[in-house]
């Protein structure tokens, strides 16, 4: 089993900037695929951002592609997401996802863990 915690949510103005992390216990954690989602109040969750077990391969959702930065550090068992340029559209609740596999997915049913989500709100 796997134990994801985010923190680093909160309220923040377009154009600001936040940084989520999201500590991860419970098995070898530079074995594990790990990603970014978020669901909007009436809408699907939706990939955001991925990256491979040594943080080498990353991917982006054409939406947060050049604002958003995803990035790992294994030592700490710990994965962040840096968002920039940050847009009212971006409000959601964002999960940080683990994935036992060797590629990097970008579906949900592709990932075994999830945690309970941080609320990420850009006002206008």
């Known amino acids: 089993q796997v134990q994801l915690v985010e923190s680093g949510g909160g309220l923040v103005q377009a154009g600001g900037s936040l940084r989520l992390s999201c500590a991860a216990s419970?098995?070898?954690?530079?074995?594990?695929?790990m990603g970014w989602f978020r669901q909007a109040p009436g809408k699907e969750r939706e990939f955001v951002t991925a990256?491979?077990?040594?943080?080498?391969?990353?991917y982006y959702a054409n939406s947060v592609k050049g604002r958003f930065t995803i990035s790992r550090d294994n030592a700490k068992n710990t994965m962040y997401l840096q968002m920039n340029s940050l847009k009212p559209e971006d409000t959601a609740v964002y999960y940080c996802a683990a994935a036992n596999s060797r590629l990097v997915p970008t579906r949900t049913y592709e990932y075994d863990y999830w945690g309970q989500g941080t609320q990420v709100t850009v006002s206008s």
């Open positions: 990256c491979s077990w040594t943080g080498s391969s990353t």
């Open positions: 419970g098995r070898t954690f530079s074995r594990l695929v």
